[in-house]
């Protein structure tokens, strides 16, 4: 697989690679929306601080350069940050997770479906035979974005990573083959990730 984009847009909202400059601004994201993030993301559960934001920003950055995910920041329309969304490589080889959280304020408004959007068609542009979306059964709004954009509901099982404080345990798996793709495994496409 050839290595993502850095920059991402369908013309509405803008998917650009995190920047080290950025600690201050997620920071800032993140506190306004503690309320709404801390039940579903286990980062949030007990607060985030300024230090948490560097050491993300930190870890994207060796993480991006690893191929082992990419995380981008996700800009409305009117160039402020709303939320975070990201690629992972850990579905084994061939495949794509996709991740996504928005700030409180910047719910509503179809912009985790974009992102996800974007980050789907980039997965399947570089390579990936499938893209698959995890959450937590109980967080309906997450569950919402992967049924718009046609992916297929697999099953159910036991969460591998911790969850928020409204975490149930349990996690639907959504599958989207990609385009040509004969069944809902595939066999993956070509080896490791190619800059380029």
Same mark, same amino acid.
């Given at each position: 697989?050839?290595?993502?984009?850095?920059?991402?847009?369908?013309?509405?909202?803008?998917?650009?690679?995190?920047? /080290?400059?950025?600690?201050?601004? *997620?920071?800032?994201?993140?506190?306004?929306?503690?309320?709404?993030?801390?039940?579903w993301m286990p980062w949030a559960a007990d607060?985030?601080?300024?230090? %948490? /934001?560097?050491?993300?920003?930190?870890?994207?950055?060796?993480?991006? *350069?690893?191929?082992?995910?990419?995380?981008?920041?996700?800009?409305?329309?009117?160039?402020?940050?709303?939320?975070?969304?990201?690629?992972?490589?850990?579905?084994?080889?061939?495949?794509?997770?996709?991740?996504?959280?928005? @700030?409180?304020?910047?719910?509503?408004?179809?912009?985790? #479906?974009? @992102?996800a959007r974007l980050l789907t068609d980039e997965?399947?542009r570089v390579g990936a035979n499938r893209v698959?979306?995890?959450?937590?059964?109980?967080?309906?709004?997450?569950?919402?974005?992967? @049924?718009?954009?046609?992916?297929?509901?697999? %099953?159910?099982?036991? #969460?591998?990573?911790?969850?928020?404080?409204? @975490?149930?345990?349990?996690?639907?798996?959504?599958?989207?083959?990609?385009?040509?793709?004969?069944? *809902?495994?595939?066999?993956?496409?070509?080896?490791?990730?190619?800059?380029?």
């Amino acid at each position: 697989m050839q290595i993502p984009a850095e920059t991402l847009s369908d013309g509405v909202i803008l998917l650009r690679r995190w920047w /080290a400059g950025d600690a201050e601004l *997620l920071h800032r994201l993140v506190n306004e929306s503690l309320d709404h993030l801390a039940p579903w993301m286990p980062w949030a559960a007990d607060g985030y601080t300024e230090r %948490d /934001a560097r050491e993300f920003l930190t870890l994207t950055r060796e993480s991006w *350069l690893a191929a082992e995910t990419f995380d981008y920041a996700i800009v409305a329309p009117d160039g402020a940050v709303a939320g975070s969304c990201g690629l992972m490589a850990r579905i084994g080889r061939g495949g794509l997770e996709v991740g996504y959280w928005l @700030a409180k304020a910047y719910t509503g408004r179809g912009w985790a #479906t974009r @992102a996800a959007r974007l980050l789907t068609d980039e997965a399947f542009r570089v390579g990936a035979n499938r893209v698959e979306i995890v959450h937590d059964v109980a967080n309906h709004r997450s569950g919402a974005v992967p @049924a718009r954009l046609g992916f297929t509901r697999l %099953d159910e099982r036991p #969460t591998r990573l911790p969850g928020g404080t409204a @975490a149930t345990g349990r996690v639907a798996v959504w599958r989207k083959v990609a385009p040509g793709g004969s069944s *809902l495994g595939g066999a993956p496409r070509g080896g490791g990730w190619v800059r380029g």
